[in-house]
């Protein structure tokens, strides 16, 4: 049997809410056949030693996996410099990496869906990542369908391969460089309307997202997400303990959306090819309202 792609964990300061991701990702069947490796970022003072020691216990504490493997940062180097540095350790190693946060929780068929999407589009060169989580976007979908394909990434559970993470320049592009490309900067926009502010944001230092760089290199790469069709993902961080988002009610699933499921028989069916009519309920969601447009427009010299 080959071995399953190992999981990579991004933690910090967060122990119960680490607590929750591990139990649940240890609920997955195939987790018993997983490699857990987690990075844990390293304290910013003297006050976050407690939550720091507390989050790695967790960490080293954790059973269901067939090894578990923790990385601590003697320093607080954010997690920008945590993942980008941790996936390079990772793909040093394996072709393949499925990645959790510290507040994602899985349900039970979450390993079983990635692994499977990790399959399925692995000579896909158009396809460079996978989410576990779908938005909660008013959409309708075949019966039979289990994945779709968007060219917005999602970093609330998901996985790549190798040689998708190796065409990824992680230096930060200047504003004119990036807004003078007119055919990226409007894929970029098409893929979603707020993806552009995002990345000027993290230009000028307003953000130091590096989920949008991945995004950005997915784009220009011609390539898209694959999401599932249900989601196979909570993201429990928005009760204003993280160190970015705080509280954002717009992506805050509530839990009896996402039972957990037993019986895991039920064959995957993924989409092959983008379809615009499944993705436009996305498309809808993410679009800029007339006022963040008019914001844009006087920041930036375009409506976007």
Known sequence: MTDLPPVALFAYRRADHTQRTLKALAECPEAEKTDLVAFADGPRGPEQNAAVHDTRAVIMAAKGFRSVRMVERAQNIGLFQNVVTGLNEMFGENDRVIVLEDDIEARSDFLSFMNRALDHYETRLDVFSVTGYLYP??????????????????????????????KIDWRIPTRSSFMASRDIFRAFWKASNDLPEIMLDLIEGKNSSWSILFNYWQIRNGAFCVYPTESKALNIGFDGTGTHDGKKDKFRAPDNDLPHRVGLSTPFHFADAFDERLSRPLATYFRNSPRRKLRNLLRYGRIF
């Open 137 to 166: 976007a008013h959409f309708s979908f075949p019966a039979d369908l289990s994945s779709f394909l968007f060219p917005r990434f999602c970093c609330w559970g998901w996985a790549t391969w190798s040689d998708r993470w190796e």
